[in-house]
Each structure stands twice: as structure tokens, then as C-alpha cells.
């Protein structure tokens, strides 16, 4: 196959066995995602760990439903939350997607909230990010003069507004306003933290989104996150301290009853974004992103090239 001999050119190999393993929507499930591979995003036609020059993929699984199909990846294990946020391979996996043609990503996952005027249950796309990460690695151009990428707007507009319109037509509602702050885990926030992180102009807190949207973003890749969020972040709201459950006193019973449900239906809200989105052409300036790079003759078409490989998988 082409693309074989294209990816063993550049020093590495991956495992796609079928052109149908192929999609050019992809979706990265965030806690809890791994309860979804049953069956409720449609029919699955195969899955693949695709091995990349940063390590091997998570698996990613294809679907087809409604006449789309899509990929679809949890990002913290298959069978529970296996991988804390700060051990994800993100790279890895988003080279994966890149592998199988995905040219847009919904990526899903669920914040804590610093900004009172949210709750409990809530959806959120957010429209900012800030980096509290420490130590993540943060790119595919080690050791190349690529970079200065532009992040304003930060997630992809066109994504965004399909995202809107489904959650219109499935009359959820939903936030379209918020910066979430990215720190590095996997333990929680400090008080401290919390409260400078609202000084800051920080509405929610998670874990994941950093670097995942910047990696997608050097491989000209849409991005869009929907937050649900889970529970008010340390020192927002009093909370004795409870011991041996999640989050320990953070969230309230009847909260995490609010956030299964407000899971539940993610399902659902990923097949609508797609469907509303699926026929459009991207016209943003995701796809874009390494023009510059193109234009000047430093990079070409071939993406894979774009890395410098050292070591052969
Ligand atoms: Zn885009």
C-alpha cells in the first residue's frame, strides 16, 4: 500500500491493514470513555495501536453509524482510568490519527470549576487555554526551526460551530465561553493554586487538553474539547473532606449522579456534531497552520517528514 511504503521511507511502520480503517473524523474520549466501546457509537468495523516514532498509539477504533463513520480513542485505557493525564502519550496518539486521515478532532473531558457561575453537570466548550503543565512533551519539532504557530482562536471555529448547532438541535444546554486551565496532575490542586489560578481568568481545571490541542494543531488537524464538568475545584465551595471515594468530599453524591448522566451523553452529542459536520469542507485556519513552513519550501506535503525520526521502531 502507498502509504506503507510512504511511512517505511521515513523509518517507521505502522498497522493499517484495510482502507477502511481509514476516517477523517476523529474522537478522543476523556474518564469513563472506555464504557462506550459497547456498542453505543454504532457499528465497530476494527480497531488498530498504531505504532508512530513516539511510541505506540492507544487503540483507535472505527465506527460507522447514520452513513459516517468516525475513529474514536480513550484516552485513559479500555478498561478504566489506567493512565493518569500526565502519562498519556500524546503525541503517539495523535500522529495515530493523523495516520488514519482524521483532519478533525473532538476531543471530550471533564474539568473541575473554578468560576461559580458554572455547576455541577454543566457542558462547556471552552474558549482559551491556559498551560500549568510542567514537564509534557509538547511537540513533534524537536530540534527543528518549526514553531510559531499562531493559537488565537485556540480550538478550531468552524468545529465549534457545528458543535453549537448540535447541541441546539439536541436541545442541550450548554456554555460557549470559559478558559480552562491545564496543570499537570495527577494529584489535585492546592486552595492556592485554585485561587491564583481565578486570578488569572481560569474558569475550569483539567488535566488533558495541553498538548493534545497544540500537537493537532503542528499537524494541521481541527480540535474542539467539550468539557462536562465534575466537580467545584479545591476551595471554590466548602467540602469536608471524605475519605476513600473520588475526589475525597470534592463532589457531592448527588453531583456524581448529575456527571453519569451528563456522560451518558456523549454518545449521542459526538454522532450529532458529526453528522452536523461531516459534509462541510474545513474553511478554518486549522488546516493551514504550516503554510508558512510549505511556502518557503522548509517542509512539504508529506507530514511524516516533518519530524526528525532518530530511531527506527
Ligand atoms: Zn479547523
Known amino acids: 500500500m502507498r502509504l506503507i511504503t510512504q511511512a517505511k521511507a521515513c523509518g517507521y511502520q505502522f498497522e493499517i491493514t484495510a482502507m477502511k480503517n481509514f476516517s477523517k473524523f476523529a474522537v478522543i474520549g476523556g474518564s469513563g470513555a472506555f464504557l462506550f466501546l459497547g ?9 488498530r495501536k498504531i505504532k508512530t516514532p513516539f ?7 472505527f465506527f460507522e453509524t447514520d452513513n459516517f463513520s468516525f475513529a474514536f480513542l480513550s484516552r485513559h485505557g479500555e478498561k478504566g482510568y489506567e493512565i493518569a493525564a500526565s502519562f498519556v502519550n500524546y503525541r503517539a496518539n495523535i500522529w495515530a490519527l493523523k495516520e ?4 478533525r478532532i473532538i476531543a471530550w473531558t471533564g474539568p473541575g470549576i473554578i468560576n461559580t457561575r458554572f455547576k455541577v453537570g454543566d ?3 471552552p474558549s ?4 500549568e503543565t510542567k514537564g509534557r512533551k509538547y511537540t513533534f519539532f524537536e530540534k527543528r526551526g518549526l514553531g510559531f ?19 441546539k438541535t439536541l436541545k442541550i444546554p450548554c456554555h460557549f465561553k470559559g478558559v480552562y486551565i491545564c496543570t499537570e496532575g495527577p494529584r489535585l490542586e492546592t486552595p492556592a493554586e485554585i485561587r491564583k489560578f481565578k486570578l488569572n481568568g481560569g474558569d475550569v481545571v483539567g488535566m488533558t487538553l495541553i498538548p493534545e490541542c497544540f500537537l493537532a494543531r503542528e499537524l494541521e488537524i481541527c480540535y474542539m474539547p467539550i468539557c462536562y464538568l465534575t466537580n467545584f475545584a479545591e476551595g471554590v465551595n466548602k467540602r469536608n473532606f471524605k475519605k476513600g471515594v473520588l475526589f475525597e468530599g470534592m463532589q457531592r453524591e448527588r453531583e456524581r449522579e448529575k456527571v453519569n448522566n451528563v456522560q451518558r451523553k456523549f454518545p449521542k452529542i ?3 456534531i458529526i453528522k452536523t459536520a461531516f459534509s462541510d469542507e474545513r474553511d478554518c485556519h486549522c488546516k493551514d497552520s504550516m503554510l508558512r513552513y510549505k511556502k518557503a519550501g522548509i517542509i512539504d506535503k508529506n507530514w511524516r517528514s516533518w519530524v526528525k525520526i532518530k530511531n527506527k521502531i
Open 39 to 47: 456498542g453505543e457509537f454504532g457499528k465497530e468495523i476494527g480497531a
Open 55 to 61: 511510541g505506540v498509539s492507544s487503540p483507535v477504533h
Open 100 to 103: 488514519i486521515g482524521a483532519e
Open 123 to 125: 457542558y462547556l466548550l
Open 128 to 131: 482559551d487555554l491556559i498551560d
Open 149 to 167: 504557530i499562531r493559537q488565537s482562536p485556540v480550538f478550531c471555529t468552524q468545529l465549534k460551530s457545528s458543535a453549537k448547532e448540535a447541541m
Open 270 to 272: 459526538i454522532k450529532e
